[in-house]
């Protein structure tokens, strides 16, 4: 193996020393992502902190593990180049291109990705016209506020509910939203039997 090497030319040992470093260091990346080790520096301590809210990842064309990724893919396409028999020049050429190219589908990938997940916020707006049932008693013209069970965004929730009807509402009934006040009380009205 050592004589190998030692015979190689110099432009050659640098395609196969790219080619076999960057490959350690993508496995590496590739292992500790499936085994959940994609921390991104984490050091330990404490995690409490504010999160803001976040629609996904920006398209992020430079980053390690692209950069990883383009090493691997350039170094074994010179090498594949090289061992077809390419000139230098259109070694490097191909090589480079091939490395960019894996570079913007990496970035692509986690880019949409990224636009798959969903910000779980509750959106009350997407309340209104569903169909509910009475949790705890609402009170009359709106003198006291109680809670419906209702499925919202795909999740059963109880939340705040008021009524402008002339009787309370209680356990059981099952009631309409017609609106939702700005500061997130549902107003509901009882369906009709």
């Given at each position: 193996?050592?004589?190998?090497?030692?015979?190689?030319?110099?432009?050659?040992?640098?395609?196969?020393?790219?080619?076999?470093?960057?490959?350690?260091?993508?496995?590496?990346?590739?292992?500790?992502?499936?085994?959940?080790?994609?921390?991104?520096?984490?050091?330990?301590?404490?995690?409490?902190?504010?999160?803001?809210?976040?629609?996904?990842?920006?398209?992020?064309?430079?980053?390690?593990?692209?950069?990883?990724?383009?090493?691997?893919?350039?170094?074994?396409?010179?090498?594949?180049?090289?061992?077809?028999?390419?000139?230098?020049?259109v070694t490097v050429i191909v090589?480079?291109?091939?490395?960019?190219?894996?570079?913007?589908?990496?970035?692509?990938?986690?880019?949409?990705?990224?636009?798959?997940?969903?910000?779980?916020?509750?959106?009350?707006?997407?309340?209104?016209?569903?169909?509910?049932e009475v949790y705890l008693t609402?009170?009359?013209?709106?003198?006291?506020?109680?809670?419906?069970?209702?499925?919202?965004?795909?999740?059963?929730?109880?939340?705040?509910?008021?009524?402008?009807?002339?009787?309370?509402?209680?356990?059981?009934?099952?009631?309409?939203?017609?609106?939702?006040?700005?500061?997130?009380?549902?107003?509901?009205?009882?369906?009709?039997?």
């Open positions: 193996m050592e004589e190998w090497f030692t015979a190689l030319a110099i432009f050659e040992k640098v395609y196969w020393i790219t080619a076999l470093i960057a490959s350690v260091v993508f496995m590496v990346l590739l292992v500790g992502t499936f085994l959940g080790g994609d921390t991104d520096g984490f050091e330990g301590g404490d995690v409490d902190m504010d999160i803001e809210a976040d629609t996904g990842i920006e398209f992020q064309f430079l980053s390690f593990k692209n950069l990883v990724g383009f090493l691997t893919i350039f170094g074994w396409s010179g090498i594949a180049c090289l061992d077809g028999g390419l000139s230098k020049t090589s480079v291109f091939c490395g960019l190219l894996m570079m913007v589908a990496m970035a692509a990938l986690f880019y949409y990705l990224g636009k798959l997940q969903s910000s779980g916020t509750l959106k009350l707006k997407n309340a209104l016209n569903q169909i509910g609402i009170g009359a013209q709106r003198s006291n506020i109680g809670k419906v069970s209702i499925t919202v965004q795909g999740t059963l929730r109880e939340l705040d509910a008021l009524t402008d009807a002339d009787t309370d509402l209680v356990l059981g009934n099952v009631v309409r939203v017609k609106e939702v006040t700005d500061n997130g009380i549902l107003i509901v009205e009882l369906l009709n039997k």
